[in-house]
Structures are given as structure tokens and as C-alpha cells.
């Protein structure tokens, strides 16, 4: 299972950062991405992290101001984000996927609850 959570209020050009603790599986297994879905839009992929940690892929909108890291004794995954805009407010979700990461939702069978992320501008 996974458990997001870190999401809040925050005014434009502040920052917060997300976790995504895990449980009940070998967690250095798992390949983990956030993906986060908008009103009225479809769900969208945001960074994803390999097993090791040491492979990491963003979205192209957040690169340079987002960073996904994960610490596998503590079974967590963590998104760092800064210069947060208005357009990112949305519900953020974490997601673990054996061995592989990927960039489609589709391809993820475990998913934790949301967390909000609200942008004031």
C-alpha cells in the first residue's frame, strides 16, 4: 500500500514537499512516479524514480523546479517541488510499479490515496 501525503496552501513561488511511504511489499522493488490529475483534466504524469534512485524522468513543465528522490530504508519516495505556479494545483497521486518505470498511469497497479496541492497566485 501507499500513503501520499505533504499536499497544502501555498502562494505561487513557494515550495512544498510530498511523501509517499510504503508498506507490505520490498519496496527496492518498485519503480514509484507521481502523477497528478487537475479540475476538469485528465491525469497527468509528473516524475517518475527507478528502484535504485538513481534513474529519474519529470515532465517537461517541471524540470529544474521539481525533484523526485526515494529513500528505500525508510520505504518513502519524496517530490520536492519549488517556484510552485497556479497551474499546479491538483490532487497529487503516488504510484509503484515492479521493476520498471514508466510513464503511463495506465501501467500501475498500485496506487496510494491523493494529496491536495493548492497554488495561489
Known amino acids: 500500500q501507499l500513503q501520499a501525503s505533504g499536499g497544502g496552501l501555498v502562494q505561487a513561488g513557494g515550495s512544498l514537499r510530498l511523501s509517499c511511504a510504503a508498506s507490505g511489499r520490498t519496496f527496492s522493488d518498485y519503480a514509484v512516479s507521481w502523477f497528478r490529475r487537475a479540475p476538469g483534466k485528465e491525469r497527468e504524469f509528473v516524475a517518475t524514480i527507478s528502484r535504485s534512485g538513481v534513474g529519474t524522468y519529470y515532465l517537461d513543465s517541471v524540470k529544474g523546479r521539481f525533484t523526485i528522490s526515494r529513500d528505500n530504508a525508510k520505504n518513502t519516495v519524496y517530490l520536492q517541488m519549488n517556484s510552485l505556479k497556479p497551474e499546479g494545483t491538483a490532487v497529487y497521486c503516488c504510484?509503484?510499479?515492479?521493476?520498471?518505470?514508466?510513464?503511463?498511469?495506465?501501467?500501475?497497479?498500485?496506487w496510494g490515496q491523493g494529496t491536495q496541492v493548492t497554488v495561489s497566485s
Open positions: 504510484a509503484a510499479r515492479f521493476l520498471v518505470a514508466v510513464t503511463k498511469g495506465e501501467e500501475y497497479d498500485i
